[in-house]
């Protein structure tokens, strides 16, 4: 049965009051009787005899006397009779013909219809998954009015056909020893997953909002499930773990099955087990290898294996991270490995059922690899990322949005991945009219037919939220119920009138604080209200649509007025994002005197400002008459004060930045004293933040590890509060400050010391000696290219850099062995442009192997001008001592030059291009 926890209110999922009293018609209390007669198939599937049990547990609540019995069995004509039906079975058809009845009828999968004559009622189900579904309309119509209806004809069906949900078996930080992505399944590291109770409060709660898939995240989890003759030693988990881990997963999937709900196993790949990798003498993870045999004999065989193993369970498939993005590699392994891997375990297992493969549309050429693998099996699904790692818009665009078009017309279900949720973190997000009209728009404009949604925040700290409940931890289903039941509502069915949702989300919410349902819209008002605000600033102000950015942190000055320096992912303003502005390229107009297009930074300013005092102000309408769950109310109460300071933050910020952009182009230091008092607000209401939050929340961002970057880099679980990005943010003010008097005094930037960088000695093992001189005059770094290096930062001025063939890199990629004696600094020039002759920048949105050498910011941006190519940033790979190995993807790049690891190298933009070098005013904060 439902564990009680997750019956929050007498409101329930399926439908509004008016709609039960006019589809179900009126409460029985004309049969006598209450004796009830629910009929299932004879030799029926677990899953109907799961929905008879929930129906006979709601009938004896309402008072009713039921009697499970199976087809064929004598019935007293006195007795109400429920007859649990498939469409098309002996059970169905005699039950019409017996009763005369003529039912509603629908073909979609996991539909069903109900109707009655009298005291016999026929649930007719597609399928077993549509007996279900109707089962719990029969449940939520006794919730309401605790009798059976005396008349009811009734057909539904969802409008998505997979309704998914995550959990990531993943951590906030990196287990010792091991590499991004690598958790074995152990009670150490996750003590709930063993958690029997738990798994069911998790799956009644996916089932009461109709969600019929649960994707379990990991990078590899075959060696904590599977056993495999040829590789014993490839097991990652103690022989006592291993029976643990067989049984807890036996558990969950036949559990999930019972409820209609496919268990997906979602994993990346190429990664191998670390006891696998060490016998062999091979790296976990390695994006630039090639496809091994041993490897790829290995994964297909623990595929199998796995398959065979668990029946019901279908998999997700990362092909991007940690292989090298799009090419022909990415193809065979999923046509040659893993599908042959799947059929291998369909054959050991001798059944018909089909698990659903499901490729993610991530770092790959998904249409390719589809167009491939579609003639060699027949339950394939694409996933992409609906707005990225974040939430942004309801109506994405641009060449993203044209991605999953392509791949909503291939043939299969296109799958839209509500992902990480970055930009939302750790405040609670409810609004359901933005979630509404995100599902709408994918179906209108991505042509998308299934969802899975991510966890609304701490998706790294699964089952808990960051709350700091009076010392107590929050379990995310029950904090953040109504992120699941908005989207599975609308996933269900999107076509709702708003006055109606209105109304039926303010009556939850009544019942949920015990108020009126006046009251209970104001809440949902204000949910509304500040939903509005992290999608906007993230999508006007924001670097990435990663989760590289915390934004609810903040940003510093230098990233709103020089973003390109931070790596500033152009799809998030391009197909994420309505048609609009960039705030460099606003104060770039506005000081020209050129017309602004689409949405402004001045507009979000001026509205996420409005809707944070909206927020404020429904919520306090509420607060008087709250009288249940007081604690959970003011904890909404202070997430909405929370998204009121930090709009007014980002607001004031914003409008420092237009100003300082201003002066950029004006050099008149009355704009930056005119930008002082709004930096100044801007820390003000950075205080009130810290003041909001460092009682309530742990943490601000659940990925607490070196591969976040936005506001501060986050290694070791730092710079995850306020109060310690407040000691920046109130530096970068001061040093403004100071920066203002220094030019009033001086009249002009004081020049800082240029201090040279400071070549290290290495020996290079795989490369031969050709080396250049950055300043030279045949400074080429290409062998088999004549060009030249024409202008440069000065800190380069000296360097030697290593001439490589342009052609073999464009080929095989770079490779480069070398040995040092002291630590060693590589600097890598990396065009910024996109094109597959050059060589990709690290970018941590596609790549989480992107930073393992801290190369993933970028050290000196626009640092150099070569003749006939794009301007180059400048990346930074450090080394230890010893025998070291550069590796990068295909095409060209640049090798600038090895220096002493000690050495300091400090980030600046250098403004360097081919039409000369532009102003640079980060010095102003720094």
């Known amino acids: 049965m439902f564990s009680k926890s997750t019956i929050r209110s007498i409101f329930v999922f399926a439908l509004l009051l008016f709609v039960f009293q006019n589809i179900f018609g009126q409460s029985n209390s004309e049969w006598k009787t209450s004796d009830v007669s629910i009929v299932i198939p004879t030799n029926t599937h677990p899953r109907i005899k799961f929905a008879a049990e929930l129906l006979s547990n709601e009938l004896r609540n309402c008072g009713y006397k039921p009697t499970i019995l199976v087809e064929g069995s004598k019935l007293n004509k006195k007795n109400i009779t429920l007859v649990l039906a498939a469409q098309g079975t002996n059970l169905s058809n005699t039950t019409k013909e017996k009763y005369n009845l003529s039912l509603d009828t629908t ?4 539909g069903f219809a109900i109707k009655n004559r009298e005291n016999i009622y026929l649930l007719d189900g597609v399928d077993t998954s549509g007996i279900f579904y109707g089962s719990l309309a029969i449940v939520d ?13 009734f057909a539904d069906h969802p409008k998505m056909v997979m309704r998914a949900a995550c959990i990531g078996l993943q951590k906030a930080t990196y287990l010792p020893g091991r590499d991004v992505y690598e958790y074995p399944y152990t009670e150490q590291t996750f003590p709930w997953f063993y958690d029997k109770k738990l798994w069911t409060k998790v799956l009644d709660s996916l089932a009461e909002n109709r969600m019929n898939a649960l994707f379990l995240w990991n990078g590899h989890p075959f060696s904590s499930l599977v056993k495999l003759k040829d590789y014993p030693y490839a097991l990652e988990v103690d022989d006592a773990t291993f029976a643990k881990n067989e049984e807890i997963f036996k558990f969950l999937t036949e559990e999930a099955d019972k409820r209609g709900i496919w268990i997906i196993q979602a994993f990346y790949n190429i990664l191998i087990p670390k006891p696998f990798a060490e016998k062999h003498n091979l790296t976990t993870q390695d994006r630039n290898r090639p496809i091994i045999p041993i490897i790829a004999d290995y994964t297909q065989k623990s595929i199998a294996a796995f398959v065979a193993k668990y029946p019901h369970v279908g998999l997700c498939v990362t092909l991007g991270e940690a292989m090298e993005g799009v090419g022909q590699d990415d193809i065979d392994w999923f046509t040659k490995t893993i599908i042959p891997g799947v059929k291998d375990g369909l054959a050991q297992l001798g059944t018909d059922e089909v698990p659903p493969i499901i490729l993610r549309a991530h770092d790959t050429d998904a249409p390719s690899v589809m167009k491939a693998a579609m003639p060699l099996y027949p339950n394939l699904y694409t996933m992409a990322k609906f707005n990225g790692e974040a939430l942004t818009t309801y109506e994405p665009r641009g060449c993203w949005a044209e991605l999953h078009r392509t791949l909503s017309t291939i043939g299969t279900v296109q799958i839209e991945n509500v992902h990480i949720l970055a930009n939302l973190e750790p405040f609670r997000y409810a609004s359901d009219d933005f979630i509404q009209k995100s599902v709408q728009g994918m179906h209108r404009i991505y042509g998308a037919n299934g969802i899975h949604i991510y966890p609304q925040a701490s998706y790294w700290d699964w089952p808990y939220s960051a709350d700091n409940a009076d010392g107590k931890r929050l379990l995310q289903i029950d904090r953040d119920w109504l992120w699941y039941k908005q989207w599975s509502r609308y996933a269900w069915n999107d076509n709702r009138k708003r006055s109606d949702e209105v109304r039926y989300w303010g009556g939850l919410l009544a019942s949920k604080f015990g108020c009126d349902v006046q009251q209970g819209e104001n809440i949902l008002m204000a949910y509304e209200a500040s939903g509005e ?29 020089n973003p390109y320096r931070y790596g500033l992912f152009d799809l998030l303003y391009d197909s994420e994002s309505p048609e609009g502005e960039k705030i460099i390229e606003y104060a770039e107009k506005d000081w020209k005197g050129q017309p602004h297009i689409g949405e402004t930074p001045k507009q979000i300013i001026k509205e996420v400002v409005e809707e944070g005092d909206a927020a404020v102000a429904f919520v306090d309408k509420a607060q008087p008459y709250i009288t249940k769950d007081k604690d959970e109310f003011e904890r909404v109460r202070n997430d909405m004060y929370c998204y009121q300071a930090l709009a007014k933050h980002y607001a004031t910020k914003a409008e420092a930045a ?20 709004y930096l100044e607000k801007s820390v003000a209401y950075y205080k009130q933040l810290v003041d909001l939050t460092k009682n309530t929340y742990l943490y601000a961002n659940s990925m607490q590890t070196k591969q976040r970057k936005i506001p501060i880099r986050g290694v070791d679980a730092t710079f995850k509060t306020w109060k310690e990005v407040l000691v920046p943010f109130e530096a970068e003010l001061n040093h403004f400050k100071k920066a203002i008097n220094s030019l009033k005094n001086n009249s002009a930037k004081s020049v800082a010391k240029v201090v040279a960088l400071q070549n290290a000695s290495v020996k290079l093992l795989n490369q031969k000696d050709n080396w250049y001189i950055v300043g030279s005059s045949n400074a080429n770094p290409f062998s088999d290219l004549t060009t030249n290096i024409v202008t440069y930062a000065k800190e380069l001025k000296g360097v030697k850099g290593l001439q490589l063939s342009n052609q073999s890199q464009i080929k095989r990629g770079t490779s480069i062995s070398f040995q040092s004696d002291q630590p060693v600094k590589i600097l890598v020039g990396f065009f910024n442009k996109k094109d597959s002759l050059l060589s990709k920048a690290p970018e941590l949105e596609t790549d989480a192997s992107a930073n393992n050498y801290g190369q993933a910011e970028t050290a000196i941006a626009n640092a150099l001008y070569l003749k006939d190519f794009p301007n180059v940033n400048v990346h930074v790979y450090s080394f230890p001592a010893g025998e070291n190995t550069l590796k990068l993807s295909k095409g060209a790049a640049l090798i600038l030059g090895f220096v002493n690891g000690n050495q300091e190298i400090v980030k600046y933009d250098a403004g360097i291009s081919e039409k000369g070098i532009s102003k640079e005013i980060d010095w102003l904060f720094e």
Not at 141 to 150: A, F, G, R, V
Request: charged residues 25%.
């Open 533 to 561: 605000i992290a999608p906007k600033l993230l999508r006007r102000f924001g670097i990435t649509d990663g989760n590289r950015q915390t934004l609810t942190l903040g940003m510093l000055m230098t990233q709103l007025i």
């Open 107 to 110: 073909t979609y999968k996991e």
């Open 141 to 153: 119509s006794l919730k309401l009015n605790k009798k059976l209806p005396t008349r009811i004809s």
């Open 658 to 677: 237009i100003l300082v952009l201003r002066y950029k182009y004006s050099n008149n230091i009355k704009d930056l004293e005119a930008a002082l008092p």
